[in-house]
């Protein structure tokens, strides 16, 4: 099983529209007040600029990299304030495309305190979505998305790009 299908609606994911996605997620998030909401060494805007430019930094494909620059929109297990309800997916995937959605959704479900345990060890990882409080295993790709976003969040947070 794998988490709820994003609406089809809007942008299919990103392709050439890269920049035009990225200059609407940064809109997004500005009018959602990113800028204004406390994170660990800053704001959340600057949290999730420094997650998307360590992804890029890494060779990320683009879909991951704006994955990174929205991965809060709804909310995570770890970070609870949230600039759009899970329940309302439509909008991102009118925003930045269902491919990109799709990455938000399954790091904003991940219910680290189950999924996290398995993470490195032999068989598939059953991932416990906390929003529509159900388990699945995902595709070994979207888990490696997932990680690497992860991974990229957790640095982000311990040595912030602004070098504080």
């Known amino acids: 099983m794998s988490p709820p299908p994003a609406p089809n609606v809007g942008t299919s994911g990103p392709t050439a529209n890269v920049e035009l996605i990225r200059r609407r997620i940064v809109s997004f998030l500005c009018d959602r007040g990113a ?74 479900s991940c219910d680290r305190t189950a999924v996290y345990p398995q993470l490195g060890k032999d068989g598939p990882v059953a991932f416990r979505d906390r929003f529509a409080d159900r388990t699945f295993e995902p595709s070994a790709s979207a888990l490696q998305d997932c990680v690497d976003l992860t991974l990229a969040n957790e640095i982000e947070i311990a040595a912030p790009a602004s070098g504080d």
Do not use: M, N
């Open 35 to 108: 800028q204004a909401i406390p994170h660990p060494h800053g704001t959340l805007f600057e949290h999730l600029l420094g997650t998307e430019q360590l992804l890029r930094a890494w060779g990320c494909s683009d879909t991951v990299a704006l994955g990174g620059f929205a991965h809060a929109v709804y909310g995570t297990d770890g970070f609870k304030p949230h600039l759009l309800e899970w329940s309302a997916r439509h909008e991102l995937v009118e925003l930045a495309g269902a491919e990109v959605e799709a990455i938000v959704y399954l790091y904003a």
